[in-house]
């Protein structure tokens, strides 16, 4: 899964733990969404995309060899 989540807490000038805080999870939380190492929750997704000022469509993205 790919993530716009570092270029947009950037725009923002969010601390991956700024971010944390704002979506109530820990900031590892954070790495492994940015890395895309981690599947969130829908809950989460639209937590996080909300505290990004942004929709969940444009924060994440799947590419088709990602898909199990």
Do not use: H, W
């Amino acid at each position: 899964m790919k993530t716009r989540i570092k270029e947009l807490r950037a725009r923002y000038n969010l601390t991956q733990q700024d971010l944390a805080d704002k979506v109530g999870v820990s900031r590892m939380t954070i790495v492994f969404l940015e890395k895309g190492t981690y599947n969130p929750s829908l809950k989460l997704a639209c937590r996080t995309a909300r505290a990004l000022n942004t929709t969940i469509e444009d924060l994440f993205s799947c590419d088709e060899d990602d898909e199990d």
